[in-house]
Structure formats: structure tokens, C-alpha cells
């Protein structure tokens, strides 16, 4: 089967292609830096040489990027599952956040997913299966402080999620929303957080991969996942 994962190269993205790699999946991975997702892949080819590791770079904020991308994917195999990770986070708060904040995040958290999504779609109908999850975020459940046009983003990828689940159910397409609270990846580092006070990117991954093994009658709509000491 073939795995579909964007922003894979690091974080919670990297971690989910470690997982399937390790289980010997041929993926297809991206992520906007060249540099980064070539040592990505790369690494999982040397670690992993029983999965087939294809990667390339795309900036999925750009429509004909995100279509781009999918046909390459298609180009490797109809693809089974799709994992919608690519993200950014820029905190701010609505009132003074830069100009051009919403349409960022708007680009890079939803419209990379949606056009994606768009773009793989009609290969996984016409299998009549297959799995998409939506990385989404503890954000999209509840606003805070510093949220701003971030949590806009994620808001609207988790209606992204549920509509598509409503739309796909009688396809034998299923659709998992992510919502994770704090994970320690790169954003964290030098932060002063002890690591572990928060999650491990192998955590949503391990949930992810036993998500997307379950029987074909049944799915998991939505992962929502916290530190054990609960948000920060």
C-alpha cells in the first residue's frame, strides 16, 4: 500500500513515515525545503531498505504545488492512505497579528489539505477505499491565548475533516481528524519546557498507524490526544 504523508520531514510528519516505513509501506513524502525532506527520506531509506522510500519538495501553499504533488504520488501507485500534515504555527492574536497572518495560515494548515485531498481523491474512489487523516490540533477544539489566525486555520481543517467524513462514509473512504495538545518537535526546543512534560511525535504517530489498521466497518473519526499533566 502506498502512504501519502506531506510536511514529513521532522516532527509528528516524520515520526508517522518512520511508522509505516518500519512496517514496510512504500511512502510518498514532501515537505517546502528541499535540503530537509532529501535527509529525511534518505534516512528512512538507510534505516527501512524493506520500504520504498520515494520524496520530493513542494510548497503545498500553492495550489498547482498541491496538484503537482499528487500527480507525482499517482505516478508511484494509487495511494492507500493520506496524511495531511504539512503546517505552520504563527502565534499572535487577531487584533494586531501581521498583516497577511490569516492568509497564511489559511494556505499552509487548510488549503494544502483541501487541495491535496481534491487532487488524490479520485484514485482512492475509484479503489472504492482508502484512509485520509487530517493532522489537526488541540487548537481546533478550543481557543487560547496567542491563537490568533492559527487556530482560525485549524478550526477550519477540522470542519474540512467532518464534512469530508460525512461525504466519503458510503464510499469506503475513511477520515480521521488529529487533534494533538503539545508535542515536542523542533518549536519546542529551547523553549525551557521539560520534554517530558509533553508528548512525543511517536505518540500521535503509534495512534495514527493503529488507527489506519483497523477493519474496513470501522473508523476512528477523531484522535484527540493531551499531554498526561493536561494542556500548557
Not at 535527509?39 to 510548497?59: E, R
Not at 483541501?114 to 472504492?128: D, E, N, W
Not at 512534560?197 to 504517530?205: F, N, Q, V
Request: net charge neutral.
Amino acid at each position: 500500500m502506498n502512504v501519502v504523508i506531506t510536511g514529513a520531514s521532522q516532527g509528528i510528519g516524520f515520526a508517522i513515515a518512520e511508522i509505516f516505513a518500519n512496517a514496510g509501506y512504500t511512502l510518498c513524502l514532501c515537505s517546502k525545503t528541499k535540503a530537509n525532506i532529501a535527509a529525511a527520506g534518505n534516512s528512512l531509506a538507510a534505516k527501512y531498505p524493506h520500504a520504498t522510500i520515494h520524496f520530493t519538495h513542494a510548497d503545498l501553499s500553492k495550489k498547482e504545488q498541491c496538484t503537482q504533488f499528487a500527480n507525482w504520488c499517482l505516478e508511484k501507485g494509487m495511494p492507500t492512505i493520506l496524511i495531511n500534515n504539512a503546517g505552520f504555527f504563527a502565534p499572535g492574536n487577531i487584533q494586531d497579528e501581521g498583516e497577511g497572518a490569516l492568509e497564511q495560515q489559511m494556505a499552509v494548515n487548510l488549503y494544502s489539505a483541501y487541495h491535496t485531498t481534491r487532487a488524490l481523491l479520485p484514485a482512492m474512489l475509484k479503489m472504492g477505499k482508502g484512509h485520509i487523516f487530517n493532522i489537526c490540533s488541540i487548537a481546533s477544539l478550543n481557543a487560547y491565548a496567542q491563537g490568533g489566525s492559527y487556530s482560525i486555520s485549524k478550526f477550519a481543517l477540522l470542519g474540512f475533516s467532518k464534512n469530508l467524513r460525512l461525504e466519503l462514509k458510503d464510499k469506503g473512504i475513511k477520515v480521521t481528524a488529529v487533534c494533538p495538545g503539545a508535542v515536542y518537535t523542533n518549536s519546542w526546543a529551547g523553549s525551557g519546557v521539560d520534554p517530558k512534560r509533553i508528548m512525543e511525535s511517536e505518540d500521535i504517530a503509534k495512534m495514527v498507524f493503529a488507527a489506519a489498521h483497523l477493519s474496513p466497518q470501522a473508523v476512528v473519526e477523531d484522535i484527540v490526544m493531551r499531554p498526561q499533566l493536561g494542556d500548557l
